[in-house]
């Protein structure tokens, strides 16, 4: 009982974090229509920013400020100078554009920040919490995580679904010409879409480097888990994004500790299939399937 109890809480706070890394796709996809593949990298970027706040300040949350703010303006300059003038081509050059970022990202944060693991501090304590004489595999960081993702959730829906401005990015996705004729500002909205992505992937990835090492590559497995949960919820849904991280962070909890750890990565493959042949949409995706 101790060990299932010990692998959901693993699997729960790791299901949170590939949930704060699927909503920026969704985020990203429901702004543009397009599937932003550099978005990790653009998170791992953020967070070395942070990192050297931190180090100089000794501020967590200096740190953390830092890496909104630089997500924003990164996500908003990489729309403008790289993505911009592929969009109005084939949607399939923007998404081979954004493999490239990932690329270019990773290969400069290497030449400007180095290739050694860097520890990035927590913001609260990393000990699990005691009931009774019993130490429960959840801390206080883990807690912050979840309520980070829960509140970036939260500010999402409302944004989309409340708000005028966010009525207007998803008209811009889906139909520019008419957008126009409306009286929106197409160019200004995918920006605002890319920035905020972008901001939210930060946040993605100060959860994930808090406590941790960092590398050029250490967002490279949140990634691949991340985009599988965005798929398993819907690339529409924001709380599909959450549901979706939620259920596979506990089924490879459940692999790596009753089967084994080896078959972690190639379980996530084999939810992701069953997820696209049966129901390609995702979980949360409406019963008719739209079109872009």
Known sequence: MKQFLD???SGLTSGFIYAAFALCLVLIFRATRI???GQ?????FTTYIALDVVQRTGNYWLGLLAALVSGFVLGAVIERVIVRPVETGPEINAVI????VFIGLIALAAVVFGNTFEPFRAPF???GFQVGDTSINLTPTNVFNIFAVVVAMAALLALFRFTSLGLQMRASAFGQEVARLLGVRVGQMLTLGWALAGLFGSLAGILIAGGNFISPNFMDSVVVFGFVAAVLG?????VGAVVGGLVLGLSLAYVQGYVAPELVTLAAL????????LKPGGLFSSSVARKV
Do not use: K, P, Y
């Open 35 to 37: 599937v932003n593949f």
């Open 40 to 44: 990790g990298a653009q998170a791992m």
């Open 7 to 9: 692998l959901s809480l």
């Open 97 to 100: 554009v954004t493999l490239g």
């Open 125 to 127: 304590g990393l000990e």
């Open 234 to 238: 819907g690339l529409d849904s924001f």
């Open 270 to 277: 084999g939810i992701l299939m069953v997820v696209l042949l």
